[in-house]
């Protein structure tokens, strides 16, 4: 008769260690382990009772997570606890989705976790009445026009005058949206220009990319 008869956390931490010994055996320790279950509690109960049995590299993953959406935000989960807490050297996350998406949320998730620092940080708000130009397509085009951009940088893209400037002080560049169609910037969290009756998308990816330049030659 089988030890379990169902997949649980112990299962997978005594296979993982099963195969840990054979590679002492022959003192090979050029390896990592993993430990992956598609459900969540499983899969963190393993990684944190592995961490504390071996010295060798974790390497961490929700597998076969789901789609773009649903399968983020159980990588996220599952993986974002482990991360807090130390445990894990190596990521893959699992979507059914194109695999550029998953080196991107990977990316996204360790820059939250500030465990890595590539790439633009966006703070911004969500739908709300006090918005004085469209934030959500904005911040959607800006991710996808700064998305090759290397450079660690946080940007806030805010609506109002409300939350905005708070934000915007945290930041490298902010941007706060005003009434009559004028838009205050934000520069290393003080207050810089206004713009007046610009295309905002436009305008934040031509000024953070002036932002890189002048890093460069300094």
Request: charged residues 25%; hydrophobic residues 40%.
């Amino acid at each position: 008769m089988r030890k379990y008869s169902e997949p649980t956390a112990e299962a997978m931490v005594e296979s993982a260690m099963r195969n840990v010994d054979r590679l002492d055996k022959y003192d090979f320790q050029n390896f990592k382990v993993s430990v992956k279950a598609s459900e969540i509690f499983m899969a963190q109960a393993a990684y944190r009772d592995l961490a504390t049995r071996i010295e060798q590299p974790l390497h961490l993953g929700i597998t076969e997570a789901g789609g773009l959406r649903s399968g983020t935000v159980k990588s996220a989960i599952g993986l974002g606890a482990l991360l807090l807490d130390g445990i894990g050297d190596t990521v893959r996350i699992s979507l059914a989705a194109d695999p550029a998406e998953e080196a991107r949320v990977a990316w996204s998730m360790l820059r939250s976790l500030r465990l890595r620092s590539k790439g633009i940080n966006f703070i911004a708000c969500p739908s709300c009445s006090r918005q004085n130009f469209d934030v959500i397509s904005t911040v959607n085009e800006l991710e996808a026009r700064l998305e090759d951009i290397n450079v660690p940088m946080d940007v806030s893209i805010i609506g109002c005058i409300v939350n905005g400037p708070g934000e915007a002080k945290e930041t490298d560049i902010g941007l706060t949206g005003g009434g009559k169609g004028t838009h205050q910037i934000y520069v290393n969290g003080i207050t810089d220009h206004i713009i007046r009756n610009e295309n905002v998308a436009d305008y934040i990816v031509n000024f953070v990319q002036n932002k890189i330049e002048q890093r460069k030659l300094t």
